[in-house]
């Protein structure tokens, strides 16, 4: 079985112009991202999917396999899709080129649960949620799974509802997928639906559709650069780290 790992990097970001390339001590936040996916032991293959011809540069210069794509991609994931198709990998992970404190073993966690399951199209992954401010944010999004791990739902809300509040349980989604490559290909065709375009996640038109999605917990929750404060808060760590 082989699989395959895949960073799509845009240029463009309203907060951050040029996200991927933004030093982080010393080296762009792509090339941070995809050190990081290459020490997952079940990848074969990592790559960055980009449509910038500045970020396809600053990647072959760090040594890393990079390939163009089209530019009017509307997500990642169909500019996964288009990677999918040049490529024979019966799994396609997409890891998100903002996450540059990702660890190999929870890109592994997702894998693992494809590889038991032939049947199982879609996985992806959970850290558990305790600061209240987080759970009331909206782009924090949230996710409830069933008892054997499958998700029910995923939202930027707070949910559950906390009518029983000693009972209540929050778990943040972390945006790591993986995917069968047939069913990435016929997922990126399915119409968007009504509570997809509603919460903006991509993922609810999965959960619509009828199909499942696997959701691993995780120990460690990521930190995925959106704003100026937030690559400030990488920084610091990595900085730590190196030191």
Same mark, same amino acid.
């Given at each position: 079985?082989?699989?395959?790992?895949?960073?799509?990097?845009?240029?463009?970001s309203?907060?951050?112009?040029?996200?991927?390339?933004?030093?982080?001590?010393?080296?762009?936040?792509?090339?941070?991202?995809?050190?990081?996916?290459?020490?997952?032991?079940?990848?074969?293959e990592?790559?960055?999917?980009?449509?910038d011809?500045r970020?396809c540069?600053?990647?072959?210069?760090?040594?890393?396999?990079?390939?163009?794509?089209?530019?009017?991609?509307?997500?990642?994931?169909?500019?996964?899709?288009?990677?999918?198709?040049?490529?024979?990998?019966?799994? =396609?992970?997409?890891?998100?080129g903002? @996450?540059? #404190?990702?660890?190999?073993?929870?890109?592994?966690? *997702?894998?693992?649960?494809? $590889?038991?399951?032939?049947?199982?199209?879609?996985?992806?992954?959970?850290?558990?949620?305790?600061e209240?401010?987080?759970?009331?944010?909206?782009?924090?999004?949230?996710?409830?799974?069933?008892?054997?791990?499958?998700a029910?739902?995923?939202?930027?809300?707070?949910?559950?509802?906390?009518?029983?509040?000693?009972?209540?349980?929050?778990?943040?989604?972390?945006?790591?997928?993986?995917?069968?490559?047939?069913?990435?290909?016929?997922?990126?065709?399915?119409?968007?639906?009504? =509570?997809?375009?509603?919460e903006?996640? @991509?993922? #609810?038109?999965?959960?619509?559709?009828?199909?499942? *999605?696997?959701?691993v917990? $995780?120990?460690?929750?990521?930190?995925?650069?959106?704003?100026?404060a937030?690559?400030?808060?990488?920084?610091?760590?990595?900085?730590?780290?190196?030191?």
């Amino acid at each position: 079985m082989k699989v395959l790992g895949v960073i799509p990097a845009r240029y463009q970001s309203t907060r951050l112009p040029g996200k991927p390339l933004l030093d982080i001590v010393g080296k762009p936040m792509i090339q941070w991202v995809y050190e990081s996916a290459k020490t997952a032991s079940l990848l074969d293959e990592v790559l960055v999917a980009t449509d910038d011809q500045r970020i396809c540069d600053a990647v072959r210069q760090f040594g890393g396999t990079v390939e163009l794509t089209a530019a009017d991609h509307p997500t990642g994931t169909d500019r996964l899709a288009e990677v999918a198709r040049r490529h024979d990998a019966d799994l =396609i992970i997409n890891i998100q080129g903002d @996450e540059p #404190l990702i660890r190999g073993e929870v890109i592994d966690s *997702i894998i693992q649960p494809l $590889v038991a399951d032939m049947t199982l199209p879609m996985s992806t992954a959970k850290v558990r949620l305790t600061e209240p401010a987080q759970i009331e944010e909206p782009s924090v999004v949230k996710v409830v799974t069933d008892e054997e791990g499958y998700a029910l739902y995923f939202s930027r809300s707070p949910i559950p509802y906390p009518r029983k509040a000693e009972m209540a349980q929050y778990w943040k989604h972390v945006g790591l997928y993986g995917y069968r490559r047939e069913f990435l290909l016929k997922y990126v065709e399915l119409p968007q639906t009504t =509570i997809e375009l509603t919460e903006s996640l @991509e993922q #609810l038109r999965v959960l619509s559709y009828g199909y499942r *999605i696997k959701v691993v917990e $995780v120990a460690q929750d990521s930190v995925g650069v959106d704003t100026p404060a937030d690559l400030e808060r990488v920084r610091a760590i990595l900085e730590q780290k190196i030191i």
